[in-house]
């Protein structure tokens, strides 16, 4: 999907090629659940949902922005399998069993098929011990990141809490645009992006 087609604000967007290379490695294809933590302005859980449309999509976002962003953008695609559930992880399951909004599929572990991290809000390790715990046996992790430092540490916790099959990649995309008389390729920020599977 062109990032044209979200509806977005001052939220940072996923960009599209970033999106295509992270939802083709959340291998969603024959996932049941699928879990998008910092979803911003929504635009991978809701092409997810788009693109799956038997895939349970669920979404966390404390931004009160993002979160109006994505309820927008849910509501825009007209998305019955997408809930966005407001909130920081990560989540305290017994926090979630009186909202009737969250599926049942957060109320045990192991659950999960493929969480995506967008954004962590410095909970880093936490986060990824909360979705080791979530995940599936072979469950999909795929994450994002501009600062080299916290990519460098989210690779060091995934290898030392047993995550297998860690795959990384440096994307590095440029834009056509107008200079002067001209056109020129403007780059965009890299982004690093790991995926691994949880262990058994």
Known sequence: MNNSEFITGKVPITKEEVRAISLSK???????????VGAG???????????????????????????DLINQNIEKFNLKNTKLIE????????????DSNVSRHFKTSETIDSIFLGGTGGNLEEIILWSKNLLKSGGKLVANFIIVDTFNNALKLLRE???????????NVSKLEKLGRGEYFKPLNPIYIISCEKGE
């Open 26 to 36: 959340l291998d969603l294809a024959k996932a049941e659940v699928f879990l998008d």
């Open 41 to 67: 302005t929504g635009s991978v859980c809701v092409e997810a949902g788009i693109t799956y449309p038997n895939l349970e999509v669920l979404a966390i976002e404390r931004d009160e922005g993002a979160i």
């Open 87 to 98: 909130g920081y992880a990560p989540l305290k399951v017994e926090d979630l069993t009186s």
């Open 161 to 171: 809490h047993g995550f297998k099959e860690i795959d990384v990649s440096v994307l």
